[in-house]
């Protein structure tokens, strides 16, 4: 203990040295509650980190990248067995893999990790919208992620056909006519994605979007998101309580955990946890690149895009879905999840009193399993109108019984612990949250022991 003490000490005072001469304070991000230390609070944090790691190791790719689809005659066709062309995208994603050292490892890290940022880009949405982050006062900030998370996909678009394969550039042309075959826009898009309609045209668009355009945009509202964040701090924990304050006073903040040293390193910690499994996964199952487009001794490929667009393209496959009904289901998703804040405008945070939420993003994330599963098995198999409500009927309608039966079972004894506290209750619409203990909503804070999150 002594040891810990003198140890902690003198950290202390160089760490207030280094502080004080370097004005750290001033820029250093604002303090958390101790509460907060646990993986599930830092979602955001993660996939920031992501991001910046695939900056990292695109950059590095950039070195060894062309972005051509000229011929070239390298070894790379004489590896095949053949002494024919093939295009130098291609070639340079050959060479990279097997001419650099470590080069498998630094393209199968970026692709590898290109699928983790989307992950935790879902788990990070997926989490606030439970837990109702997108509420009074953060509604900006839940569109600035959500537009994060659909700019995310659209990395993912775009970097899809970048290695120059068969499957990869039939998949980016079945992507491209969905937004064509789109009223007013698809003519809009058309010269912006297609440039003069040639291969060629198309690879160098693909690679200006993926390494210039979106990850500015990506970086102009992750500036926004962080900025925003700052503002208005990290929610209390979800209750069951509508007098709840949704952020913090300049009192407990200066309670709080300070953002140097302390967050800094955990943030560090789980970092290189990340980039050591990153590397690590890379590693064992290196990218198998596949043959390049154009190569007429390959046998005919099924057109697959990746894991994170396999459901809308099994959306196309029901028998009766354009893809202008297609594009439109998913532009319709993505107004709601925009939009969301300003209709659910209950002062509760709780998933349990937001049952009709709760059901949809349920529903949502059923969907998006059910279809990505059943694209992978069949792709590009019609399926028939009776095939698509078998398959997917049952789950929304799980979804509504489920929540349906655990909301009547928890609100009745919401009301009969109310009652049992002497306090009157009124149906339908907002039941009251009053009892011993509480204060009004101009208060400084509602007592939230007896409906917290724990009842």
Not at 410 to 439: D, F, H, K, M, T
Request: hydrophobic share 50%; charged share 10%; aromatic share 16%.
């Amino acid at each position: 203990m002594g040891f810990e003490h003198w140890f902690n000490r003198n950290l202390n005072r160089v760490w207030g040295f280094i502080e004080q001469r370097a004005g750290i304070s001033k820029w250093a991000l604002r303090p958390q509650p101790a509460f907060t230390f646990k993986p599930s609070y830092w979602t955001g944090a993660f996939v920031a980190n992501a991001f910046f790691i695939q900056v990292a190791t695109g950059l590095l790719l950039l070195l060894y990248y062309q972005p051509s689809v000229s011929p070239t005659l390298t070894s790379c066709g004489q590896a095949l067995g053949t002494y024919s062309t093939a295009p130098a995208a291609w070639c340079s994603t050959y060479y990279l893999i097997h001419g650099v050292p470590m080069g498998s490892l630094l393209l199968s890290s970026h692709l590898y990790g290109a699928y983790a940022m989307l992950f935790l880009a879902f788990i990070h949405f997926y989490r606030g919208y439970y837990l109702g982050a997108y509420k009074k006062p953060r509604e900006f900030s839940w569109m600035a992620g959500t537009l994060l998370l659909i700019l995310t996909l659209g990395m993912g678009f775009t970097g899809y056909i970048l290695p120059y394969t068969e499957i990869a550039y039939n998949a980016t042309n079945v992507g491209i006519v969905l937004t064509l075959r789109l009223p007013t826009l698809g003519a809009l898009a058309a010269p912006f994605l297609l440039a003069d309609g040639t291969p060629q045209g198309l690879l160098s668009r693909m690679f200006a979007l993926h390494v210039l355009v979106i990850p500015l945009a990506l970086g102009a509202l992750l500036y926004a998101h962080i900025a925003l964040f700052e503002s208005h701090g990290i929610a209390p924990p979800a209750t069951s309580d509508p007098t709840q304050r949704n952020v913090y006073v300049h009192a407990e903040e200066k309670k709080q955990v300070p953002f140097w040293p302390q967050i800094f390193f955990y943030m560090t910690k789980w970092a290189l946890l990340y980039l050591g499994l990153l590397f690590g996964i890379a590693a064992l199952w290196p990218w198998q690149l596949p043959t390049y487009y154009g190569n007429v001794a390959a046998i005919a490929s099924v057109t697959e895009p990746d894991w994170y667009f396999l459901w809308l393209f099994k959306v196309v496959d029901f028998y009766g879905v354009t893809p202008v009904i297609a594009v439109g289901i998913t532009i319709v998703l993505m107004l709601y999840l925009l939009v969301l804040p300003f209709f659910d405008r209950s002062p509760r945070r709780h998933p349990r009193d937001r049952p009709i939420v709760v059901m949809i993003g349920n529903t949502l994330i059923g969907f998006f399993i059910v279809l990505t599963v059943w694209g992978g098995l069949t792709p590009g198999v019609e399926i028939l109108p009776l095939g698509v409500i078998e398959v997917l009927l049952p789950i929304p309608l799980a979804n509504v019984l489920f929540v349906s039966v655990y909301y009547l079972r928890y609100r009745r004894s919401y009301q009969r612990r109310l009652i049992s506290r002497g306090s009157e209750y009124r149906l339908p619409g907002a039941y009251p949250v009053v009892g011993r203990g509480s204060r009004s909503a101009t208060g400084p804070v509602a007592r939230t022991s007896e409906v917290s999150s724990g009842d």
